[in-house]
């Protein structure tokens, strides 16, 4: 059974970093792409980050410059730095893996930026 387990969130000062990691377990074949999405209270999920197999990344407009994805293909993890963050990046930090067959979702990990 596929697992998607996200770690590394938590709280952080304005200005702070945080590096979240998604580790998947169980077999995925044919992954096209790893991502970051979030959600905050009252708002929809939002793509955050998004690396293909091939290494191609697109970020949101909010967060370019700021956060940087990447992966570890042979691990078949992902994941996010996050520098200069501040109160709007307040959210819960979903990873999401998409192979051609179906995608996979993990929990979540909460992530809040206040002083």
């Known amino acids: 059974q596929v697992q998607l387990v996200e770690s590394g969130g938590g709280l952080v000062q304005p200005g702070g970093s945080l590096r979240l990691s998604c580790a998947t377990s169980g077999s995925i074949f044919s992954i096209r792409a790893m991502g970051w999405y979030r959600q905050a209270p009252g708002k929809q999920r939002e793509l955050v980050a998004r690396?293909?197999?091939?290494?191609?990344?697109n970020y949101a407009d909010s967060v370019k410059g700021r956060f940087t994805i990447s992966r570890d293909n042979a691990k078949n993890t992902v994941y996010l730095q996050m520098n200069s963050l501040n109160s709007e990046d307040t959210a819960v930090y979903y990873c999401?893996?998409?192979?051609?067959?179906?995608?996979?979702w993990g929990q979540g990990t909460q992530v809040t930026v206040s002083s």
């Open positions: 999401k893996v998409e192979s051609v067959y179906r995608d996979y």
């Open positions: 690396i293909t197999s091939g290494g191609s990344t």
